[in-house]
């Protein structure tokens, strides 16, 4: 199943050292014809980031995707009753929101959004960037692979030696997850 015209949902959570790597993600999405529509956390929206000004990375995805970022809970909501994203992607997926998730926790607006997309049975992809990844979180990761309709976008170690529990997505094979998602299945190989 290809993107072209398909609505896919992104929420943005705080990796700010990942921006850049999502923001390549989104040109290749709309590129791809898919309509994205931006998502952000609160702690995106609120954070003073030593990445650059997040004020101006929103406000540049949101031009490139066209459409309103959500930033209120009160605004993902409506993604249950009203069922228009065919798939929901959280890149990038802190450990925070990936732990909230996993624990049913719905506290901003991404985690809104998921529980309301996950209401309608349809695919949420996770593009985890987390140093935590194989430490306290590691029990999320491995919750969230046994729930259905979750898929991952495959990762890897990004520095063994120095963060030796961190895991970072290979964001570069995000279309092909959100893919073969839309068709019920994981993406193969998922570690790399
Ligand atoms: C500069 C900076 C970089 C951060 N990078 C990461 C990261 O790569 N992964 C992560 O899980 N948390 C990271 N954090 C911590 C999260 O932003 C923090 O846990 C926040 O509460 C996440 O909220 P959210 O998941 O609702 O966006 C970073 C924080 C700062 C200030």
Known sequence: MKLKGLKVGLAVTGSFCTFDKIETSVKVLTELGADVYPIFSTNVQF?????????????????????DPILRVED???IGPKSYLDILL??????NTLAKLANGITD????????????????????ISTNDAMGINFKNVGELFNVKNIYFVPF?????????????AHTELIPETLELALEGKQ??????
């Open 187 to 192: 993406i193969q190989p998922v570690l790399k």
């Open 47 to 67: 954070t003073e980031s030593r990445f650059g000004d997040t004020g101006e990375y929103m406000d540049k995805i949101a031009a490139m995707t066209g459409h």
């Open 90 to 95: 959280i890149a990038p997926c802190t450990g």
């Open 108 to 127: 901003s607006p991404v985690l809104m959004a998921a529980k309301a997309h996950l209401r309608n049975s349809k695919p949420l992809v996770i593009s």
């Open 76 to 78: 993902a909501e409506p």
């Open 156 to 168: 890897g170690q990004d520095d063994a030696v120095k963060k030796p529990t961190s895991l970072i």
